[in-house]
Every structure is written in structure tokens, then in C-alpha cells.
């Protein structure tokens, strides 16, 4: 079973439909039309039918949050080939796939605080995702999905801030 499509696919439907639903279908082309939420179920089948015929290529990540991170980066190249093969400017496709993106992670976040505020009396609103429990500075999201070895990482602590830099990426292939 492939989790990321079990659990995204409705927020990616969701987010999806809000973003586009009422956007035109070309920016400088008013004529063309606006997305429908046919066209928008359209599209996201056809991106989901790509993403099912691609993520069988994708080489094999050492983690569970690597291998999210690249099999949803799979689906935002499905999505963003959709709309190109409807004749979408490149650069709009860009726009519509980032705004639709960037509302995925409103909805996630809204979830993330929904666990957050399950787990009173920790120092921070994330502590689920703390890597080190006794760390008042948090280092959110180390533990789950940026973890290595799927993301191997150097972090820095100061007292004005914390860093992290990564060494490698999970394959940087994927984009075109």
C-alpha cells in the first residue's frame, strides 16, 4: 500500500480544488476560461494515474520521511506535467502547483497542531517531532521526515540560534 497516496491524496484533492477552482486556465488568456472542479478532477486523476507509473522508478530511500518527501515530490512533477500536457504555460504551472503546495502545507500544519495540542505539558507546541526530548530549543523535525540517514545533516547550536545543514538530499532527479 502506498501511504503518501493513501494519506495526501485528499489533502492534494482539497488543496487543489481551492487553489484552482475559479483560476483562469491561462494567465493572459481570460478567453480560455476558468478551472472547474471537473477540470480539477481531471487533472488531479491524470496526476495520480503519472505519479502511479513513476514512483515504481524511484530509487529506494533509507527512511520512511525520505522516502515520503521524494514520493511527494514525484506527485508535484505528476501534477505539474498534467498541467503542462493541457497546454498551461510553463511558468503559470509553476504558480498554480507552488500555490496549491504551499496550501497542502497550511492543511498539514493544521493537523501538526491538532497533534500538538495532544500532547500538553511538553516545552514545545511540536515536541512530538523533537529529536532529543531534553532540548528546550527543539529540533523540530529532525526526528521525522528530515532524519538521516535519508537525510544526513551537520547542526550548529548557538545561543541566538540553532542551524542545520544538509549534506545530501534524496534524489535531486526528479526535476526536469
Not at 530511500?61 to 498541467?83: Q, Y
Given at each position: 500500500m502506498d501511504y503518501v497516496k493513501f494519506i495526501y491524496r485528499p489533502l492534494a484533492a482539497r488543496a487543489v480544488r481551492q487553489v484552482l477552482v475559479g483560476r483562469n486556465r491561462a494567465r493572459q488568456s481570460p478567453d480560455r476560461g476558468r478551472f472547474t472542479r471537473a477540470d480539477?478532477?481531471?487533472?488531479?486523476?491524470?496526476?495520480?494515474?503519472?505519479?502511479?507509473?513513476?514512483?515504481?522508478?524511484?530509487?529506494?530511500?533509507?527512511?520512511?520521511?525520505?522516502?515520503?518527501?521524494?514520493?511527494?515530490?514525484?506527485?508535484?512533477?505528476?501534477?505539474?506535467?498534467?498541467?503542462?500536457?493541457?497546454?498551461?504555460?510553463?511558468?503559470?504551472?509553476?504558480?498554480?502547483?507552488?500555490?496549491?503546495?504551499?496550501?497542502?502545507?497550511?492543511?498539514?500544519?493544521?493537523?501538526?497542531?491538532?497533534?500538538?495540542?495532544?500532547?500538553?505539558?511538553?516545552?514545545?507546541?511540536?515536541?512530538?517531532?523533537?529529536?532529543?526530548?531534553?532540548?528546550?530549543q527543539g529540533k523540530v523535525s529532525l526526528r521525522f521526515p528530515f532524519n538521516a540517514p535519508g537525510y544526513p545533516h551537520r547542526t550548529r547550536s548557538r545561543p541566538e540560534r540553532n542551524s542545520l545543514r544538509c549534506r545530501q538530499v534524496p534524489n535531486r532527479g526528479l526535476l526536469p
Open positions: 480539477v478532477d481531471g487533472l488531479l486523476k491524470a496526476a495520480w494515474l503519472r505519479y502511479s507509473k513513476d514512483v515504481g522508478k524511484l530509487p529506494p530511500e533509507p527512511t520512511v520521511g525520505s522516502r515520503m518527501n521524494v514520493r511527494l515530490a514525484c506527485f508535484t512533477m505528476s501534477f505539474f506535467n498534467s498541467l503542462v500536457a493541457i497546454n498551461t504555460d510553463r511558468g503559470y504551472a509553476i504558480e498554480l502547483v507552488a500555490d496549491a503546495a504551499w496550501k497542502v502545507y497550511h492543511l498539514w500544519s493544521t493537523i501538526a497542531l491538532g497533534l500538538a495540542f495532544l500532547t500538553p505539558g511538553k516545552t514545545t507546541s511540536l515536541a512530538f517531532a523533537v529529536g532529543n526530548r531534553g532540548d528546550h
